[in-house]
């Protein structure tokens, strides 16, 4: 039979089997906490070992001696609680070190600046081939700086620089471009009508002193500002050049071949009969001038009476 006694002890046993597991809890949570200080106390220390790494390369002493706390820190946290603590304070002194590296390292890239002083003036009275020729070499300049790597206000800038001042007050005041603009040739193709261009690409007919590559070079540029059909231009062309060319011989030559020749057959033609012609006339000129003086260079102006052998007046037979 349990009496009062046994009740009380037994009572006392529960107790302190509650307290005994409370003060486990407590000791495992007060780990647990201290367990969590040290791996964040440890992060720090190996992130500021990293970053002394890459920003002091190893040339600071106040980097290495960054590196030096980091480590003790650790050791200290393997250690124990308090040890982790005097670990942790050395490894403060040692990302001093790490924060100068890096403020070092923290120097802003010095970006070279747009000139376009090298570039052509845009003129206001520009014709519709040559604007077409001058936006190609914008796009030489704009690829060779990186143009679309700078901000939007200095592109603008930079276009700017490249307009003589009328045009410039043709972008600003007539057709009101702002830095988010996208320009176009319109305004300068609003100007000419473009029947003209192609009234004169018909006409158009190699001059009497012109050569043939500046005759080609002009017909292309009439055949741009024309707006021909992408289908059909290079059949146009080839039928300008055989009606456009001025040697009689070069145009038959062209009209003997069949199948229509292409456009580059056509050109290699033309320039070789030109070349042959210049070719010809160099060399008659040379053979002229051969047979007109002596290879001594001296002319001979002695009478038609004189001997060839004594230079005395011929002699005369006896009969």
Known sequence: MTTAADALAAANAATAAITANDARMDAME???TTIANQLTALTAQLQALFMAGGGAGGGAGGGG?????????AGGGGAGGGGGGAGGGGGGAGGGGVAGGVIGHAVPHQRRRLDPSGMDKLHGD???SLLRSWRNRWNDFAELN????????EQMAAFRMALDSTMQQVVEVALGITPATVTTPDQIRAKRNVALDRVAFEERRQGTSESFDDFYIGLRRLAEAADL???CSETRLVTRVIAGTRDAETKKKLLAISPFPSLQVAVNICRSEESARANERTLSGQSGV???HPKNGKVDNRSSNECGACGRLAHVPQS
């Open 146 to 153: 990186q143009l679309l790597t700078y901000p939007v206000t």
């Open 65 to 73: 001696a960054g590196g030096v706390g980091g480590g003790g820190g």
């Open 30 to 32: 007060q780990g647990q």
């Open 126 to 128: 520009i014709t519709i």
């Open 290 to 292: 051969a047979a007109i």
């Open 229 to 231: 059909c992408g289908a």
